[in-house]
């Protein structure tokens, strides 16, 4: 009988080894002291991760400090507390509205008291991006007086927002998604080397902070190291990490007194990854040489719901899906022969609609020519709803070369169905004057009704009467999931019009908010949309086209696509014409010839579709 032996390795020994060669891509040593390596951030492959200049970290630890490159950590703001100049803790930028620290640096501190100082290195000469927080969401479950440091997270969102990249080469954080709990647990792996950043104490017992940005390399300790397990209360929720001195065997100086709220990173190879929040610990105590570290792999779902928008994210998180909606084919408005898809892309960079879901909408054409200038919807056999602002350089007294095509989702298809406008009907209260869009809605006559039975290509759009108990500022509800369709541009800074119907998925936006309140003058005839990121909007072109709410069985449009600043800039939602205050103009306008709008039962509730 022979007998084999095996002899194994035991791979955690080699843990540091293979992580090294694993993320080694783009890293160079350098000539500088303590020969830093340089890590090659790729812009091109991420939008988020990647500063103006590129990481140059050495050995040095926080204590005692290395300075960082200037503007390599593009991501990290200063937080400042009871509108001071003084630095009180850091935070991290998740988008150009929203900032990301611990609860512990704003607990208890009160709206328009915080600010954030961005763009800077040394925050003593560097001139900063200031920004007050508007908001501050503190977790929910975030408890100081128990001691445990559990949920230590918040979120602050801006007024205004922070131009990204704009002249300070700002840059968003990166955030994970794991897809388990034990994946959560896990990640970032024991051992792993991360590097933590900050302004704050260089030194033990000093009561002031640095000047300029710290870094340090350090290592992610093990969930079972007894050190850790004596600190941390919750391992899903928190990590321990710490400096590991190799001759000695021990781990020595973390973060101190200033870097609370600010990140802990990891080399992704290309870009860096946020994978903590600084919370708590003893870097600043021989005793207790770890610090403690909010795991933000747990908290990405919550990150999310408080947004609202789909975070820049750099690993595992399933492509969204997108959400089809079953239309009641049987009505007589609000319905195509295809059902909707929406997907979070964007109407402004575009997500291409399917055929023959959205039948209700045209496309305007003027002086006789087949290009598209404006939208509208289908209101009955002869009549188009558009916005007024699309005749202010035309005669509405001779609508002569005013075509309008329908039945189609290529601009180009040869069965599209073209009429020809021969009256032209403009709110009396539209002023014509620039800048000034109230009352922003037309009405067009077409010189030979659609057929409606002899062609599935084309419907009505459905507009509700309201409950008149129910302000008409409310309809739209704030929060409401809307959809925005049109031929619009894909970019505001390129003059190109899409062949193909495009569709997004906005969000209407409170009345009362900074950023709507600037763009309208009166939430009776007006409502903002999108998102309070940008990305998503309606651009040149899409003027006079639907905004849409699901009404539970078929679409009922709520808007006309009126103005706004640019396409999809943050700050700036789309404005759009509030149609529920139009409707008695409208209807007495088709009872001229004998039209109604659809559907003819008068809905007194309005559907809630509001985003929780």
Not at 536 to 558: H, L, N, R
Request: with cysteine; charged share 15%.
């Amino acid at each position: 009988m022979t007998v084999y032996i095996l002899l194994l390795l035991r791979l955690t020994y080699y843990h540091e080894w293979i992580e090294s060669i694993v993320n080694s891509k783009n890293l160079k040593s350098s000539n500088l002291a303590n020969t830093a390596m340089i890590y090659e951030c790729d812009s091109t492959t991420t939008e988020c991760g990647c500063s103006r200049e590129n990481v140059a970290l050495s050995s040095a630890k926080i204590f005692g400090g290395e300075e960082a490159v200037p503007f390599s950590w593009s991501m990290i703001v200063s937080v400042r507390l009871n509108n001071s100049e003084e630095h009180s803790c850091s935070g991290t930028i998740l988008t150009a509205f929203y900032i990301l620290t611990s609860a512990d640096c704003v607990d208890g501190a009160s709206d328009l008291e915080v600010t954030i100082a961005a763009g800077i290195h040394d925050r003593i000469t560097d001139f900063p991006m200031i920004r007050y927080a508007h908001e501050i969401y503190i977790h929910p479950q975030w408890n100081k007086s128990d001691g445990t440091y559990r949920n230590d997270i918040a979120i602050l969102r801006l007024f205004p927002p922070l131009s990204i990249p704009g002249g300070f080469g700002l840059a968003r954080t990166c955030i994970s998604y794991t897809n388990s709990k034990n994946e959560t647990i896990n990640y970032p792996s024991a051992g792993s080397n991360l590097v933590v950043v900050g302004w704050g104490s260089t030194q033990y017992n000093e009561s002031y902070f640095s000047d300029t940005l710290h870094q340090a390399g350090i290592n992610m300790i093990d969930n079972n190291n007894s050190i850790c397990q004596a600190l941390i209360h919750d391992v899903e929720k928190q990590f321990c990490a710490g400096a590991y001195e190799k001759g000695s065997g021990k781990y020595v100086d973390c973060p101190c007194r200033g870097d609370s709220g600010g990140p802990i990173l990891q080399w992704k190879g290309t870009y860096w990854e946020q994978v903590g929040i600084t919370s708590y610990g003893g870097g600043c105590h021989h005793s207790d040489p770890l610090s403690i570290f909010t795991r933000l792999t747990y908290y990405f779902d919550w990150i999310e719901s408080v947004i609202k928008i789909s975070l820049t994210t750099t690993t595992r998180k399933p492509p969204p899906q997108p959400v089809s909606y079953a239309c009641d084919k049987t009505l007589s408005c609000g319905c195509g022969m295809s059902d909707v898809a929406l997907v979070s892309s964007r109407i402004v960079g575009g997500e291409n609609a399917i055929k023959n879901s959205w039948p209700m909408i045209v496309s305007l054409r003027f002086n006789g020519t087949n290009n598209h200038s404006c939208g509208g919807t289908i209101l009955s056999n002869s009549y188009i709803l558009t916005a007024a602002h699309c005749f202010r350089r035309i005669s509405i007294d001779d609508p002569r070369g005013i075509t309008i095509a329908a039945g189609m989702l290529n601009r180009s298809d040869p069965l599209q169905i073209i009429r020809n406008v021969d009256r032209i009907y403009i709110h009396p209260n539209f002023t014509n004057l620039p800048d000034d869009y109230r009352h922003d809605v037309a009405l067009l006559h077409i010189d030979q009704p659609f057929v409606f039975a002899s062609n599935s290509n084309i419907t009505k759009t459905c507009i509700h009467r309201i409950n008149p108990l129910i302000p008409v500022s409310e309809n739209p509800k704030n929060g409401n999931r809307l959809a925005v369709i049109g031929w619009g541009l894909l970019l505001q800074q390129v003059p190109f019009i899409p062949e193909i119907l495009q569709q997004a998925e906005i969000f209407a936006i409170d009345n009362r908010d900074p950023t709507c309140s600037v763009s309208i003058n009166n939430t009776d005839f007006l409502f903002c949309s999108g998102l309070y990121e940008g990305e998503k909007d309606s651009c040149q072109g899409d003027s006079g086209g639907p905004i849409f709410q699901w009404a539970g069985k078929y679409w009922e449009q709520v808007g006309i696509v009126s103005h706004g600043k640019g396409c999809a800039i943050a700050g700036f939602p789309g404005v759009y014409v509030r149609l529920s205050y139009y409707y008695n103009w409208i209807e007495e306008i088709l009872k001229r010839d004998g039209e109604h709008l659809e559907p003819e039962i008068t809905q007194t509730t309005t559907p809630n579709t509001a985003c929780t």
